[in-house]
Each structure stands twice: as structure tokens, then as C-alpha cells.
């Protein structure tokens, strides 16, 4: 029998994870060693033995073989925490690439002190209590009953939760989660950022007391920790956070729950470039815990999947407190302009905001662009002023500043055109600013409150505003997609979306699916409560089906054609796509790199149910002055590329000025 070696970390627990050691497999060993196992091997000087674990088994070494130690044995016993996240890491890094050490660190965050003192209780203690729920709907019973039986039948299955905005799925959730919780194991609930903020957690931490962890990215790294500490010692049942809770350490989980899982966030954009409701699934099989992926707009791969039987769907159909969906209207912009309005509101949208204002109601208005306006050009010449390092044009912010939203470079706003000198300069498009500054000119007297990205800057800025809107200290919230996202008002009567359709533009085949899940959700927030809600779609583009399926609120609808179109294009969830990114500060070495691997990847795999596209210079070529160029892979099998991951990786492990990355199934093309 052939050599095996396996690289090993000795302890975990410390700066460990930066560091593996080598060691022989003995032959008696090779069958049992495998990723993720617990071993015993002589460490340090006195080969004191030492607890370690596989990372990786291999079949060579770079060492002189002769001078390795060898593995004295394994324990089978110990299926340890650290056992389970190793052999997931294994499985990221097999599924899309990057390092085995990339792949750890995601899944193990490394020791780190905190700083200050107590900083967890005030996280907790802003959360405000709330009411409980009185009784479930029968349709809210029907889904816990279902999941409850599967569980008592030892079956842990996946579950694709599709409720209408408002049909309780949160209640649902916290039905489950106490279920599991009562058997025994442990839960991880993931909702995007965004949510984190005020409602999902107070209704949690009502039930679920101390005994719940909750993470931010307001928390340090060593906070982080120590959450996941409570988290491995048993002093919690359940944590609720973003990403990166899927990997807390806890010792018998029982149930994962994704709401919203369509939110974009639950892709990581750092290698590993991992989807969250990919790795779930994976964890809850090597753990054997059960899945619960919920949405009012579920993704097309999700409900993909469900259609073909690969996981099991559940429907909300109405809403929990009673209340109807919202009455939408969709405005051709284009009819506006030639009726002589010239605003960036139309008649419609303008008469629903006159009737709720003077009713004592709010209104919420949402865009998708920051900024007042999107860029500045020279109606002269046409000259659109650039970001130095980067090929795409500045934002202006204000009427001084000009900002890129890539590097962060900042100028100010010239006064005459660079070019031709030309006085005749200015902004063109809109923003949040922008319609807030009409908003104030159509209504004087109204307060306004605007959400984005520049108003977010501080950590605790975002809940302020949600705080302040809900208090009523204002009558109209302005802002970009972020104010749509889980919340729930019950005095807004009025939703408009102001441009609907920049989303659409992007060269981005997840474009429709992203409009019409805004526009969804968007529809949901009116008319929460008793009140009769009003949502008004303003469009160039009334004709276009997400606009028109997302206005019926007709997911079904919008499903078909998104299909039809996936398919024809052969895009996800049809097709397997993997997008590889190469990237240089020295501009032919980038386009020497991926004309070769571009060539070699065709010699190798084209043709057999697989195309290779490229290769092409990113949608943004150059940023902070790195050139970017992308291939892009399509397969009708996800294994074919599991085999292309491993061929990249191979070649290209010693390039030196330049990077390669593999993103499988990316959102959108870059
Ligand atoms: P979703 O997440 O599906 O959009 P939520 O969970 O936010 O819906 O619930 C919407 C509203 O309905 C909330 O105000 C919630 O308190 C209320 N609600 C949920 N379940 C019930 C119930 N069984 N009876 C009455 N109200 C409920
Ligand atoms: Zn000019
Ligand atoms: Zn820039």
C-alpha cells in the first residue's frame, strides 16, 4: 500500500488554525483517517502526545518521508464540534475552491480577546420586549404540525416555507426552534443583516430569554467568539444572526432556518464564495438536523428544488392578523412626462401621499441608488466625470462632492467641464436625496427621515431611523432597497417605488428575480395592520413581467417566465455556473493568465455538456487600479464542476501578481 499523509492541526482552540503539521498514516490507520478526524500524535520535543485534527489526507509529501512522525491513533469516539466544522470546511473547499485554510477560518473563527467589558448585554438590552402571539392560524398550525411530526419520526427533512408577506412565518420559526429545543438539540436561525435590527430578535428574545445568542457585525471578532463559546458550552440553545451563524459550534443541532432566503446576502463574496443555504444543507447532513429555508419570495433555486422533490414546500396563503394585501397600481413614467409632469412623482403616487399625510398616515418611498444623483456629465461635449482608478464614473453626494462607491475615492465637484470647459455640467439620474428634496418642494410641513447607505455609516444608525420612523417622529421614509427588507409598520399606507426598474438594467441575470422580489416585499409593508394599504409602481418599463407579475403579487407567474428565460440562457438553477475571476495590477499579465487558462480549460473539459464563455474583460474592467478579466463555465451537471474548481486551483497555485478566484453559481456577472 502506498504512503498517505494528512495534514494536521494540533490545537484548535488557539492560533492553531494558521499552522497544520504532517504526519505519516500508518497502513492499519488508512481506511478510518479521514478529514475531520481526531487523532492522537507525538508532539514538540519529548513527542509529548498530543490531540489533533485531519485537515486533509493526501498522497504525497513534501517533506522527506523518513522524517515524519507518524500518527499513533485515532478516536473514534470523539465525533467532536470541531470534527463536523473540519469536515464541512473540507467540503467548502472542495465545492468552491480557494485554500483548506480559507475554508477553516470561515468556519472556525480564531480565539481572540475582547475588548471592553460586558458589550453582549448591551447588545441584548436594546432589544426591546414584545408582545407575544395569542394562538396560531390554522394555517400557521398545519406547518408546525407537519414539521413536528417528521421530527418526532426521527425524519429531518428540508423544508421551503413560501408565506405571503405577513402570514407569520416568524411565529412559525420560533414554533420549530422551541420544538427542537424541547427534544434536546440546538438551532441556528440566519436572517440578512438588515432584519437584525429590531423585530425578528425582539419576538426571540421574548421567548427565548438568556438562552439565545445574537449575532451583528456590530460585534469585534472576539466578541464573536465569545458568543460561539456560550454557543459550544451549552449556555445557549439557539443563536440568531447573518452568514456567519451557521458555523456556531454548537454540540447536537437540530434545526437551521434561512428566512428570507432569497436576501442576496447569504452569498459570501470572499473566497470561499459559499451560499449559505448550500452549506446548510450540508451541515444539517453531517449533523442530521433539519432545514427550514423561508420566504415570501422564495429564489428560483429554492423553489426549483422544490419543484422537483429535492425539498418540501409549505405554504402561508394569508395573513396571520387578518388584513388584505395591498391595492398596486403601476405608472407609466413615460404618460407622466407626456402630460407635461416633469417630477420624479407622478399624479398618482403624489394624490395616494396627499390622502395619507392628511389622514396622520406614513408613507415609505424606496429606490435603488444612493446619492442625489447617479453621475456627472458635460451637456457640451458629453464628457462623464471618472474615478482615476477605477472605470467607472463618480456618484455626486450633495451638490460639492463627487464619490466613487467602488474604492472610495472623493473629489470635488469641478465647476467647468475637464474637457471642453464647458459651464454646463451637471448630475443626471436620481437618488434617495433627490426624491427626498422633491418630496419636501411637493409637501411642505411633511418630516422626512432618508435610509441608505450614507445616513447608515455610523453602526447604530440603521435602527435609529427604523426606530424614529416607527415613533412617528416622521411621516415619510425615503430610501434605497434596505428599507423594504422585514419590517413591519403598521401606520404606513402608502408604498411607492419610485423607479422600478433600475434593477433591471444591470447585466445581471438575477436582475427580474431581485426587481420582483423588491417590489414584492415592497407591496407587503402597506396596509399591515387594519388600514387599507396603497402601493404605486412608477416604471419606464410597465410592460416588463417581473413589473407586471410582482404587481399581481403572482409568485407562480413570475416563476414561469423567469424558468422559461433560465432556460433558454441556460442559466441556474437549469445550469450549473461557475464564474472565474482573474485578476492583475499588471494588465497583460492578467490577459497572458486568462487567455492560457482559458485555452487549457477548452482542451480540456468544452464540448460533453459543458460551454466555456470567454475570455472577457469584467463588466468593470479596472478597479482600484487591479484589471479584472472573467471566464465563465456552464454545466449541466454541478460535479463536472467540482472536477473544474480542482483543475484551476492546480494551475494555478504558484502564480505570483496575480489572483485567480472561482465563484459557483455567482449572483450576478461581474
Ligand atoms: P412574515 O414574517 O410572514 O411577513 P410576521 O411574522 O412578521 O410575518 O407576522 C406579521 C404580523 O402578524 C405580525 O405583527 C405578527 O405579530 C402577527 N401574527 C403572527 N402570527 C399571528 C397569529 N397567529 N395571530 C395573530 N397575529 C399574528
Ligand atoms: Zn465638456
Ligand atoms: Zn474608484
Not at 166 to 178: H, N
Request: overall charge neutral; aromatic content about 8%; hydrophobic content about 35%.
Amino acid at each position: 500500500m502506498s504512503q498517505k499523509y494528512a495534514d494536521i492541526i494540533i490545537d484548535i482552540s488557539h492560533e492553531g488554525v494558521d499552522r497544520t503539521f504532517e504526519y505519516k498514516i500508518p497502513d492499519e490507520l488508512v481506511q478510518r483517517v479521514q478529514v475531520g478526524s481526531v487523532v492522537k500524535v507525538p508532539f514538540g520535543q519529548g513527542n509529548r502526545t498530543r490531540q489533533g485534527y485531519v485537515i486533509s489526507v493526501k498522497d504525497s509529501s513534501e517533506w522527506d518521508s523518513d522524517k515524519l512522525k507518524e500518527i499513533l491513533q485515532i478516536d473514534e469516539k470523539a465525533v467532536e464540534v470541531e470534527g463536523n466544522l473540519i469536515r464541512l470546511a473540507g467540503w467548502m473547499r472542495e465545492t468552491y475552491g480557494g485554500t483548506m485554510i480559507a475554508s477553516l477560518r470561515t468556519v472556525m473563527p480564531v480565539k481572540e480577546k475582547v475588548a471592553g467589558r460586558k458589550q453582549r448585554i448591551d447588545v441584548m438590552d436594546e432589544v426591546p420586549e414584545f408582545a407575544p402571539v395569542g394562538e396560531l392560524t390554522a394555517e400557521q398550525a398545519e406547518v408546525v404540525n407537519t414539521f413536528e411530526k417528521d421530527y418526532d419520526a426521527g425524519l429531518r427533512d428540508r423544508y421551503l416555507l413560501h408565506g405571503i408577506t405577513g402570514s407569520g412565518k416568524t411565529e412559525v420559526y420560533i414554533r420549530l426552534a422551541e420544538k427542537v429545543i424541547k427534544s434536546g438539540s440546538s438551532v441556528i436561525v440566519l436572517v440578512p443583516e438588515i432584519a437584525l435590527t429590531y423585530q425578528t430578535v425582539a419576538r426571540f428574545r421574548t421567548v427565548f430569554g438568556n438562552r439565545i445568542s445574537i449575532l451583528n457585525s456590530r460585534l469585534s471578532k472576539g466578541e464573536k467568539y465569545r458568543e460561539f463559546e456560550r454557543a459550544r458550552s451549552g449556555e445557549t440553545d439557539i443563536i440568531i444572526g447573518p452568514r456567519s451563524a451557521l458555523f456556531a459550534p454548537f454540540e447536537k443541532l437540530g434545526l437551521i432556518i434561512i428566512d428570507e432566503e432569497h436576501d442576496g446576502s447569504y452569498k459570501s463574496e470572499t473566497t470561499p464564495k459559499y451560499h449559505a443555504r448550500e452549506v446548510s444543507f450540508e451541515r444539517a447532513r453531517i449533523e442530521g438536523a433539519a432545514v427550514v429555508l423561508g420566504s415570501a419570495t422564495p429564489s428560483v433555486v429554492s423553489y426549483y428544488m422544490a419543484e422537483r422533490g429535492d425539498i418540501r414546500r409549505l405554504t402561508l396563503k394569508r395573513r396571520a392578523s387578518g388584513g388584505s394585501l395591498a391595492e398596486v397600481s403601476v405608472v407609466d413614467m413615460r404618460d407622466e412626462l407626456h402630460r407635461g409632469n416633469r417630477s420624479i412623482i407622478s399624479g398618482e403616487l403624489h394624490r395616494r401621499l396627499s390622502d395619507a399625510f392628511s389622514a396622520g398616515e406614513q408613507a415609505m418611498l424606496f429606490i435603488n441608488r444612493r446619492g442625489f444623483n447617479s453621475f456627472v456629465s458635460c451637456r457640451e461635449c458629453g464628457e462623464v466625470i471618472r474615478c482615476p482608478r477605477c472605470d467607472v464614473s463618480l456618484s455626486l453626494h450633495g451638490n460639492a462632492k463627487l464619490m466613487c462607491h467602488y474604492c472610495g475615492h472623493t473629489e470635488a465637484m469641478p465647476s467647468a467641464c475637464p474637457k471642453c470647459k464647458s459651464k454646463l455640467i451637471g448630475g443626471y439620474g436620481t437618488g434617495t436625496e433627490k426624491v427626498e428634496a422633491e418630496i419636501k418642494k411637493l409637501f411642505p410641513g411633511i418630516r422626512t427621515l432618508r435610509m441608505d447607505k450614507d445616513t447608515t455609516q455610523r453602526k447604530d444608525s440603521h435602527g435609529k431611523i427604523i426606530e424614529a420612523f416607527r415613533r412617528h417622529d416622521a411621516d415619510c421614509l425615503i430610501g434605497t432597497q434596505m428599507i423594504v427588507k422585514g419590517h413591519d409598520f403598521g401606520n404606513v399606507t402608502v408604498v411607492g417605488a419610485v423607479l422600478a426598474d433600475l434593477g433591471l438594467f444591470d447585466s445581471d441575470y438575477e436582475s427580474a428575480e431581485r426587481t420582483f422580489d423588491l417590489l414584492t416585499q415592497a407591496a407587503g409593508r402597506a396596509g399591515r395592520a387594519e388600514k387599507k394599504g396603497y402601493v404605486v409602481i412608477q416604471t419606464y418599463q410597465p410592460e416588463h413581467y417581473s413589473v407586471i407579475t410582482a404587481a399581481k403579487q403572482d409568485f407562480e407567474g413570475f416563476y414561469q417566465y423567469e424558468m422559461a428565460y433560465r432556460r433558454m440562457l441556460r442559466f441556474p438553477p437549469v445550469y450549473e455556473l461557475l464564474g472565474v475571476l482573474i485578476t492583475s495590477k499588471d494588465e497583460e499579465k492578467c490577459t497572458l493568465l486568462a487567455d492560457r487558462l482559458t485555452d487549457e480549460l477548452k482542451q480540456h473539459f468544452e464540448g460533453k455538456g459543458t460551454d466555456i464563455i470567454g475570455p472577457a474583460e469584467a463588466v468593470i474592467y479596472r478597479i482600484d487600479e487591479v484589471y479584472r478579466k472573467t471566464v465563465y463555465i456552464k454545466a449541466d451537471d454541478a460535479c463536472k464542476l467540482t472536477g473544474i474548481i480542482d483543475f484551476i486551483q492546480k494551475r494555478t497555485v504558484n502564480i505570483e501578481d496575480a489572483e485567480v478566484q472561482t465563484d459557483l453559481n455567482p449572483l450576478r456577472i461581474v
